[in-house]
């Protein structure tokens, strides 16, 4: 028997509490807002590695791709 609650996950064993921006401070203008959000789209899309490319960020994984369909037209 389990008491209650037991099975509900912890933020540390969900990784949900540790992923995306920390906001300590709300954002004191629309054009910081868009600022930072644009930054984080930009780290997202272009150096943060991703599971689903094998842990390559986006950019390795289009240069790797773009290199290797260059041999393979080659050939």
């Keep these: 028997m389990t008491s209650i609650g037991a099975s509900t996950p912890s ?7 540790s992923r ?4 300590t401070t709300p954002f004191t203008t629309m054009r910081q807002a868009r600022l930072e959000i644009f ?8 150096t943060r590695r991703h599971s689903a490319l094998n842990y390559l960020s986006p950019a390795e994984f289009e240069q790797r791709h773009q290199r290797e369909r260059r041999i393979t ?3």
């Design 73 to 75: 037209l080659a050939a």
């Design 39 to 46: 930054q984080w789209l930009t780290y997202y899309n272009t």
């Design 20 to 23: 995306g921006r920390r906001c």
């Design 11 to 17: 933020p540390s064993r969900s990784g949900r509490a």
